[in-house]
């Protein structure tokens, strides 16, 4: 289980600090809260990237799962704290961990449900994920060309997981200096949903999810069975 | 004969004093189009009048509520909160919208933006008795300003900036319109969120000789933020140029500084109202520089401008007949052409235009 949990943690911890260099602001003092949503959304696709190809799925893979969101806490936690001008947001960091949490959650269940360590399902999951992540920079035009729509622009808003992280960090994400450069949305009128809705649609999905799974292994457990009495 | 005399002298007197009067009146704008521009101003106003929701808002937003308001107040009609509903209730939809931090905004988004032009709208009406709802906003907006509060030294880029309120990224925009919330609310000239915006403002110029950023070119306009605009690089553009030569006004530097000076000469040499300047597209923001446009040209106080070709320009007539022009039959106003920076919105984009159409007939 050891093992397990390093597999795990030392990956998100690699890629946590090779996004801070990547996405560094050498003369912002201030320290970004983009750069911890970078980290944040680092995070959460280093969790599904480095999933131990051909690890058994079994019962302790909860328990690994609530490792690593510790660790991940952990590591804002320490990175928030070094950073002067964001100590107020410690304030935040529990809802920020529960939305970790929630993704990871969120973002790990596709592949154990489908009792996927194989590649395939991972890219299908990643790619997916990365769409909806980079949703406010590519669909950005989208709106524009539509005339600003309310509803579409807050739909392509609220898809990406960003802005679930913003929502629980309390930042205005889109409007940071990167993503105004780069990002359409920033000029256009919009509206993030709730953090407690995000908690719900998240929620909803990795029921949904479970549910499937419950109902494709209670099928597969009885084709089983049946077939065992047949030859028997 | 000598009653003639009298009454011929009478006459004329009256004829002469009636003459300086219109004169007077009309100062500017050419008498015709000022009665036309009055008309397009109360067509826009008996539009907002339909849009208006029955809790006074518009566009469910605090920020075209108070624009919408202040189009109203500052109008020629003098609409004040005696003359009904449709002023007071708006007024109390800002009020129910003031949170604990002394901003004033129905979101977190765009707490500056709302909280200025509120607090714009609100001293329009000349009511004493937000007296301290304008005490708090002020409050607001200087611990919103970039400073040492957020560890920020006087030779950062963002020093004395002031951004949308979300985040910490400050530009020229929001910095503008929080400066026109603070001098409408009277902040002494003495604070010291004058000085430190001017560090920012100047540091938004290109022109090297008062913005040490290296960036800084010499066409004396103004960019959206030090070392970037939307349209490319560092140019400067009208929109932008129009709101740094205000904003400067309204930190208080004379007229004849070099800085306004050489945001005057940008706007002389890039004279036009069929776009906006120097964006991409020409479209982009186009009825926001309408608006900043008006409103720096009567500050800088000349009716007159002569661009850098030789031709003179009456900037209230041109304004008043192109945004004349690009009325709708409704009497509304919309930028069909581009929704950014909320110009898809016909409240929005309304209020402007008559605010624009005030400054003009001042």
Known sequence: MFRETMLFTIPVAISLLISRLVFAVPDDPAGTELRMLVYAGTACFSALLFVPVGAPFTARSLPVLLRLCAVVVLIFAIALGVDSQTRAAIGQIVPLAMMLFVLLIAILTPVFVFHARSSEVRQIVFTVLAILFSAPVWLGPLTEQTGNTPGLTNLIVGVSPLSALAVSLDVDYLRTGWFYKHSVLGSLRYEYLSWTGYVLIYMTFISSLIIGTAKFEYDRLFNLLRNKVVTS | ?362
Request: proline share 3%; hydrophobic share 35%; aromatic share 10%.
């Open chain 2, 1 to 362: 004969m000598r009653t003639t005399k009298t009454i011929t002298m009478l006459i004329s007197i009256t004829l002469f004093l009636g003459g300086i009067a219109h004169a007077a009146e009309s100062k500017g704008m050419d008498p015709e189009l000022r009665d036309k521009a009055k008309r397009a101003v109360d067509e826009g106003l008996h539009f907002l009048r339909t849009s208006q929701s029955d809790d006074g808002s518009w566009s469910n937003s605090v920020g075209i509520t108070a624009l919408s308001l202040r189009a109203f107040l500052q109008s020629h009609r003098g609409y004040n909160e005696s003359d009904g509903a449709f002023i007071t209730r708006p007024i109390d939809f800002m009020l129910a919208h003031i949170n604990e931090d002394g901003s004033i905004g129905e979101t977190n988004l765009n707490r500056n933006y709302n909280t200025a032009v509120s607090m714009t709208a609100l001293a329009a009406t000349g009511n004493k008795k937000y007296d301290e709802v304008l005490s708090d906003a002020q409050a607001f907006l200087r611990q919103l300003q970039i400073d040492e509060q957020e560890g920020y030294e006087k030779e950062h880029a963002y020093y004395g900036g002031i951004g949308y309120g979300g985040d910490e990224r400050p530009d020229l925009s929001n910095a503008y319109m929080a400066l026109e919330g603070l001098r409408a609310s009277a902040v002494d000239d003495d604070d010291p969120v004058w000085e430190k915006a001017l560090l920012f403002v100047s540091r938004s110029q290109n022109r090297s000789e008062s913005n040490d950023q290296e960036w800084a070119a010499n066409d004396g306009g103004f960019t959206y933020m030090p070392g970037f605009s939307p349209n490319g690089g560092t140019s400067s553009y009208g929109g932008m140029t129009a709101a740094g030569l205000l904003s400067l006004l309204f930190a208080g530097v004379d007229k004849d500084d070099p800085r306004i000076q050489a945001a005057y000469d940008w706007i002389r040499a890039n004279y036009t109202l069929e776009h906006n300047p120097g964006s991409d597209g020409g479209v982009q923001g186009l009825y926001y520089y309408y608006n900043v446009f008006s409103k720096s040209m009567a500050a800088y106080g000349d009716d007159i401008l002569m661009d850098t070709n030789g031709n003179e320009h009456n900037w209230r007539n041109d304004i008043a007949r192109k945004l004349l022009s690009l009325q709708n039959e409704d009497g509304s106003w919309i930028n069909p052409d581009s929704p950014r920076w909320w110009e898809g919105n016909k409240d929005l984009v309304t209020a402007w235009s008559v605010i624009s159409l005030n400054a003009a007939l001042q």
